[in-house]
């Protein structure tokens, strides 16, 4: 009997820690354009994956973050050893970061990945990459590059907005 009350209370406690997790997923996630909230996070979203899409001077609302798509560009000042492959080019997206929670959140660079034309990309460093441990109500602020084909006609950066449900949010990448 005490080993069936041992697991009942444990099933109970996982229980509870997943409802708690997902109670905070991407439906949480919202978008603010201009200071302003966006009028409908649905038209946001993409229809077919259900990702919201950030463009530059929108702001994401998730995980206890806001994080703020300052501007994108092509980054020229890389190091001449480390330069592109030929036919590449690299874009750089670069970003305000405030924790709105009540503990310390981290965020990096490593937390985005890229896509060109669908296909993933890989991430270029530089000494300005967003990475940083931000306490609460405090700051950072940082940029995500990556190498991307110069003739790529789309590309995407995905931030992940939920882990148990892979939400994601996309920042559309317009030069």
């Known amino acids: 009997m005490k080993k069936f009350i041992a697991v009942f209370l444990s099933v109970l406690v996982l229980m509870t820690f997943a409802f ?33 899409s950030i463009k530059v001077g929108e702001t994401l609302k998730a995980n206890d973050l806001s994080i703020k798509y300052v501007s994108c560009e092509e980054y020229t000042d890389y190091n001449q050893y480390l330069p592109p492959k030929d036919g590449n080019k690299i874009i750089k997206l670069n970003f305000e970061v405030e924790n709105t929670g009540t503990t310390d959140r981290y965020i990096s660079n490593f937390e985005f990945s890229c896509y060109a034309d669908n296909k993933a990309t890989e991430a270029y460093y530089t000494d300005n990459d967003l990475s940083a441990t931000i306490s609460s109500g405090r700051s950072a602020s940082g940029s995500v590059c990556f190498e991307v084909p110069e003739n790529a006609e789309e590309i995407e950066v995905e931030y992940e907005t939920d882990f148990w449900t892979d939400g994601k949010a996309v920042f559309v990448v317009e030069l």
């Open 20 to 52: 708690f997790a997902i109670g905070s997923s991407s439906e949480d996630a919202t978008v603010e354009s201009g200071g302003e909230q966006s009028q409908d996070v649905s038209d946001l979203q993409n229809a077919e994956t259900g990702d919201l």
